[in-house]
């Protein structure tokens, strides 16, 4: 508990990010997807001759700079502040390992930045093989961002074994590689890749839907079909590559995928169910809009359908992303991290000298109170003239363990999921939180919950007062 809690109210910080993430992550795949369209659409027109086709691409090169350059760079920033705050110990093993790899990330995107705006920036003034040359060095650059980032992402749910061995010991810089490839990094990569030409294709469409049928009937016909065949190798390969990534992630974290749709049958739809049928359910609706409603009546395809692609492939994405964040579940950083913040490796320590024994925000006066009440045993934690202190210590201990993940009131209402227990039964509950046991119902989704006997039965009492607060 080495940084102050981000408190969010209703919503919580972690909706903060996943907010955050659902429209930059679009935003970021369609600038690599798009860098791979434009150069190539307007190749293909520079062969053809076809000034008409020309003129669309550069206006879709606008619509791709502002989207991309500002948008996406805004979200960008975005993630950065939500997740140092939300998750910061997270963050901060994350820059400290991979330091090289966000230096090179930096770099590119600046490259990226200043390649897109020359390439936007020298329509009709350098040479059509010159622009698009250009046009070919942003996409390249904007996928190397991805090849990058592609290795963090990954490496959060699936470190790998060889980083694992040496985490904490000052040796993990002699295993980057092992860590940046790590298991499910390929078949990310070829996923992400797919998304993006997808995605390409998809926002051309937004594009090409604005053109006048009547007054250019070839023109809207050609875009629109080209545009909607560049979703074509995505829905081919990404069943493949879906099954390739899964096959890689550990079979403990798998096994909460397995664990959600083994209970569908009994009407329970987790929260991973939900996404995953929301994935299947979107892309099939896609698909059948873009055949029907683009490619087979491209020159009746309005405005109003590729904004509802759009939405569609945005419910893909959320999905998508929902489902890979909760495999990592109950860790931030698979078997090393929890969502919260605690360190595997620091569990027994915590259980042993106290999970505030290090923390910062503890006042030198509230430690020497503790102390003493710790010297007196168990019995002086339910004694009246203590329970002042034992709140504000569960207090922190709540702060410390519980609101990475729930709120107050909102998004996991810890005042809703407690209503109604006792005393005795928010007492078993944190046994079973603390015990941690393979059966136990918690085990798969909560990290658990670390701290001495004295430090539990101090949360024990605040919890009282989220379960029954004072009227």
């Not at 996928?143 to 490496?155: A, E």
């Not at 079973?432 to 136990?440: G, M, R, T, V, Y």
């Amino acid at each position: 508990m080495n940084y102050p809690v981000w408190e969010v109210p209703i919503i919580g910080s972690q909706l903060v990010i996943a907010i955050i993430a659902i429209f930059h992550v679009l935003i970021s795949h369609f600038a690599i997807g798009g860098g791979l369209y434009l150069p190539y659409a307007e190749m293909l027109a520079a062969r053809r001759g076809d000034r008409e086709w020309r003129a669309v691409i550069k206006k879709h090169s606008k619509f791709f700079l502002i989207l991309t350059g500002v948008f996406g760079t805004v979200t960008g920033v975005g993630i950065w502040f939500s997740i140092g705050l939300a998750n910061p110990e997270a963050t901060s093993t994350l820059i400290h390992y991979f330091v090289f790899a966000w230096a090179m990330e930096w770099v590119i995107f600046l490259v990226e930045l200043t390649t897109i705006a020359i390439y936007y920036y020298t329509w009709d003034r350098v040479s059509d093989a010159l622009h698009i040359a250009i046009g070919w060095l942003y996409g390249i650059v904007a996928w190397l961002t991805l090849v990058l980032i592609n290795g963090i992402l990954c490496f959060m749910l699936t470190p790998g074994t060889t980083w694992l061995a040496v985490a904490g010991s000052g040796q993990e810089i002699h295993v980057f590689w092992h860590a940046f490839f790590n298991p499910t990094y390929w078949p990310s990569l070829l996923i992400r890749t797919l998304i993006c030409i997808c995605l390409g294709g998809v926002f051309a469409l937004v594009t090409a839907s604005r053109i006048d049928g009547a007054a250019q009937p070839r023109l809207k016909t050609d875009l629109i079909r080209w545009s909607a065949r560049w979703l074509v190798p995505t829905f081919i390969l990404l069943p493949f590559a879906g099954a390739w990534y899964l096959w890689q992630v550990p079979a403990v974290q798998r096994h909460i995928l397995e664990l959600g749709f083994s209970t569908i049958g009994q009407g329970v739809f987790s929260v991973v169910t939900r996404m995953s049928l929301t994935l299947v359910l979107s892309v099939a609706t896609l698909l059948v809009i873009v055949y029907l409603l683009a490619y087979r009546n491209p020159l009746d395809f309005k405005l109003g359908a590729a904004i509802t692609i759009v939405v569609l492939a945005q419910a893909a994405i959320m999905s998508t992303e929902m489902v890979r964040e909760m495999l990592r579940k109950p860790f931030v950083i698979t078997q090393h991290m929890f969502s919260n913040g605690v360190r595997l490796r620091e569990v027994a320590a915590d259980n042993t000298a106290g999970y505030l024994a290090r923390s910062p925000w503890v006042r030198a006066a509230e430690r020497t109170a503790w102390a003493a009440l710790d010297a007196q045993g168990t019995a002086a934690t339910n004694a009246p003239d203590y329970k002042p202190q034992m709140l504000a210590r569960g207090e922190l201990m709540f702060r410390g363990q519980c609101m990475a993940c729930h709120t107050m009131n909102g998004y996991r209402a810890m005042r809703t999921l407690l209503a109604g227990r006792d005393h005795a039964g928010l007492g078993n509950l944190l046994k079973l939180l603390h015990e941690n046991k393979d059966d136990s119902p918690y085990h798969a989704f909560m990290p658990p919950l670390v701290g001495t006997t004295n430090e539990i039965a101090a949360l024990n009492l605040y919890l009282d007062t989220l379960a029954a607060p004072a009227k």
